[in-house]
């Protein structure tokens, strides 16, 4: 069993940035898939970023690529998202996400690991 637990949320004015942090608890993250999501009121979840943790081979969902990366490190145990240029639009909860297997679609169905989620609100 993983558990997963979100930080670093927060107001920022619109063009600042904000780093997001996943600790992962349970188990070593270094055979698993760790994904961002993020859930704006009244809108379904959707992917924003995720890496292969073995090959650090990542991901990004349209809307934020040039904008955030997603990294992992192994000596903490954790999956960061930095998130520059931020825009009002970004403002949602974030979740971190994790699986065993490759998430080939990208969709929330194909996590099985879940944090609590983290608020992050970017002011115009």
């Known amino acids: 069993q993983v558990q997963l637990v979100e930080s670093g949320g927060g107001l920022v004015q619109a063009g600042g940035s904000l780093r997001l942090s996943c600790a992962a608890s349970?188990?070593?993250?270094?055979?698993?898939?760790m994904g961002w999501f993020r859930q704006a009121p009244g809108k379904e979840r959707e992917f924003v970023a995720a890496?292969?943790?073995?090959?650090?081979?990542?991901r990004y969902a349209d809307s934020v690529k040039g904008r955030f990366t997603i990294s992992r490190d192994n000596a903490k145990n954790t999956v960061d998202l930095q998130m520059n240029s931020l825009k009002p639009e970004d403002t949602a909860n974030y979740y971190c996400?994790?699986?065993?297997?490759?998430?080939?679609?990208?969709?929330?169905?194909?996590?099985?690991?879940w944090g609590q989620g983290t608020q992050v609100t970017v002011s115009s």
């Open positions: 890496i292969d943790w073995p090959n650090g081979r990542t």
């Open positions: 349970g188990r070593t993250l270094s055979s698993y898939y």
């Open positions: 996400a994790g699986t065993g297997t490759i998430a080939v679609l990208l969709t929330s169905g194909e996590f099985r690991y």
